[in-house]
């Protein structure tokens, strides 16, 4: 009987990890929470960053920053466009306790780059890069 429960909860667990989506299907992030990085630049690029959607962390907005600079908050399931300079950039995530995920990042003039925002049942916060 133990084992039987303990087989249920890991599953239940595993059901509540948030699930890709890609940015042309998330929700956009409304543009209250867009902070920054949304004027036209000279030789602009683009930085995508799409959070998963799933009940885990779902209770919290995503902080998204660029080079240091608060640039949204992205909540289950939506995505948000920024607009960079050609060149390096830092961006990273924290959200609700899950810690602060930082990835370097070198984009050409005039290129896209995408970015995943996941949380998995640990509330281990991630952000990786995605073609998606």
């Known amino acids: 009987m133990r084992i039987l429960i303990a087989a249920l909860g890991v599953a239940l667990l595993v059901g509540c990890a948030s699930s890709p989506v890609p940015s042309s299907q998330a929700d956009p992030v409304p543009s209250t929470r867009l902070f920054a990085y949304q004027a036209a630049v000279d030789g602009e690029s683009f930085l995508v960053v799409t959070r998963d959607k799933g009940f885990v962390g779902a209770g919290?907005?995503?902080?998204?920053?660029?080079?240091?600079?608060?640039?949204?908050?992205?909540?289950?399931?939506?995505?948000?466009?920024?607009?960079?300079?050609?060149?390096?950039?830092?961006?990273?995530?924290?959200?609700?306790?899950?810690?602060?995920?930082?990835?370097?990042?070198?984009?050409?003039?005039?290129?896209?780059?995408?970015?995943?925002?996941?949380?998995?049942?640990?509330?281990?916060?991630?952000?990786?890069?995605?073609?998606?």
């Not at 289950?76 to 920024?82: N, P």
């Not at 370097?104 to 925002?117: H, N, Q, V, Y």
């Open 60 to 132: 919290c907005n995503a902080t998204v920053s660029i080079d240091g600079v608060r640039a949204a908050e992205v909540g289950s399931g939506e995505t948000a466009k920024f607009r960079v300079t050609p060149g390096e950039h830092i961006v990273s995530v924290s959200t609700c306790g899950s810690g602060l995920k930082e990835r370097e990042t070198s984009i050409k003039p005039g290129a896209t780059k995408k970015f995943r925002i996941s949380v998995d049942s640990a509330m281990s916060l991630d952000l990786s890069p995605t073609m998606q």
